[in-house]
């Protein structure tokens, strides 16, 4: 049995939308000083022919905006956990150009991981799928349940709104683990132990489907608590087990879902064009609403989606029971080109969607 911590957090990671008051409390407004340094960086990478695969930090420099650009990583990985980036001109530049400025940027904070079995280290969140439970979530316009990814940092970047839906929404895990504690405790034992998780289609070579240990929603190590969770893969692996999750299991992750999704601890808003989202994915919680677009690359809503990796020395200490793929370089494997899975358990996708 994991050991379960029974103790608050107090730490500005643990914050809920009551206590931010407004989404003021996490923006940082980024002016021409900005800009300017981003255009000059991206000038001299243009002018050197490097590719998005090919720009490191040391390509990328931005000496006129370092210091900014070291509170905003500060605040990611030791402070609050999140910040909104208010904004990036982006229907100014070419999409190729918002590209390469947004993974340079990235490049300060992290190195890009490979996000789908297609290798794509730089998302496109686009509606292409439709209502598709078998197409990635981030292909389809299906809502989305409060959950985690599989890296240290997110950023979204908003390229185009949807025709109607689509709001983001962002929770803090730690403010989710207090509320439980005082609540209902019980339901701690449950989320700290952990679930077994489906794969999706993306397990590497000898590995199973479903993750052969318990990934814990919750943990803890050296005083830090980490969250990892996406319900839909919990379920899926149960349907491909055919097995049953405990009354106690059921109710506990409800309970998770029910308070992280409570008013005073979510934030939701529609992300604008231009604006920029980097969240610490090991304490922050983000889903969306659905939304209405014609399916297609070239129109309706378009976010620009990075895993990063966080620079070495810099990460929480975290919990290795948490991680569900051996590697994110086993995710660009030859011969799949898709982001479809091919199983048949995606069913149990529906049951959980909250919307």
Known sequence: MADVYLQPVHHPSAWTSAGLGSLDAIRVTWDQRHIDAL????SEVDRQGLTLDEIGHHHFRLPAIADDLRDLYEEIMWGRGIVLVDRLPVEEWPLAK?????????????????????????GHVVNVG???????????????TLHTDACDILCMLSIRRSIEGGESQYASALAVHNTILDEKPEYLGPLYRGFR????????????????????????????????????????????????????????????????????????FQMEPGQLLV???????????????????????????????????????????IEIYRTHGIRARKGRHDTRYRGNATEILGEVLKY
Request: hydrophobic share 30%; glycine share 10%; aromatic share 8%.
């Open 39 to 42: 255009d000059e960086a991206w």
């Open 197 to 268: 998780y489906h794969r999706f289609g993306e397990e590497g070579p000898g590995e199973a489907p479903v993750t052969e240990h318990c990934v814990p929603v919750l943990s803890e190590r050296e005083g830090c608590v980490s969250c990892r969770y996406v319900a839909g893969y919990i379920y899926m692996a149960c349907e491909e087990l055919g097995e049953d999750l405990p009354a106690l299991d059921r109710a506990a992750l409800s309970y998770f879902d029910d308070v992280a999704l409570r008013p005073d601890h979510m934030i939701e």
């Open 130 to 144: 439709g209502k598709d439970h078998k197409e990635r979530a981030y292909r389809n316009s299906l809502p989305l």
């Open 98 to 122: 918002a590209e390469i400025i947004y993974w340079g940027l990235g490049t300060h904070f992290g190195t890009g991981q490979s996000q789908s079995v297609i290798g794509d280290r730089l």
């Open 279 to 321: 969240c610490n994915n090991l304490t922050t919680l983000h889903a969306r609403r659905g939304f209405d677009d014609p399916p297609g690359e070239d129109e309706g809503r378009l976010l620009l989606r990075l895993w990063l990796t966080a620079h070495e020395g810099d990460r929480r200490p975290v919990d290795d029971s």
